[in-house]
């Protein structure tokens, strides 16, 4: 199982500890040190559309009406902490850690 997200992001620390004390083994990987490369994220754009973009983010109101209004793909290669987190890659890909993410994970 692969998490992907950042290390400062409250969720995805909470989403780490709680895969972890379920058993699961997991790799954290921080988007921000390493960036997805441009098959990643077109498999995370196929999956989760435009989904995918946190458009609540600072980031994202930070960006240039031309940025904002390019594809997901070209947002998250600019700026990958856009990126809604936790993206977790396990049985399947889950965005997010809501209640139907964790009762699917724990």
């Not at 441009?38 to 973009?53: K, M, P, Q, S």
């Not at 960006?63 to 809604?84: C, G, H, N, W």
């Amino acid at each position: 199982m692969i998490l992907y997200g950042i290390s400062t992001c409250d969720t995805c620390k909470t989403a780490l500890k709680a895969l972890e004390r379920a058993g699961h083994a997991v790799t954290f990987r921080d988007i921000r040190k390493e960036p997805l490369n441009t098959a990643e994220i077109d498999a995370l754009v196929t999956e989760f559309g435009g989904r995918l973009i946190n458009k609540q983010s600072t980031t994202y109101r930070s960006f240039s009406d031309f940025l904002r209004e390019s594809e997901p793909e070209a947002q998250i290669a600019a700026q990958p902490t856009v990126m809604k987190r936790p993206v977790i890659q396990a049985d399947r890909w889950y965005l997010g850690w809501d209640a139907e993410v964790q009762s699917a994970l724990l």
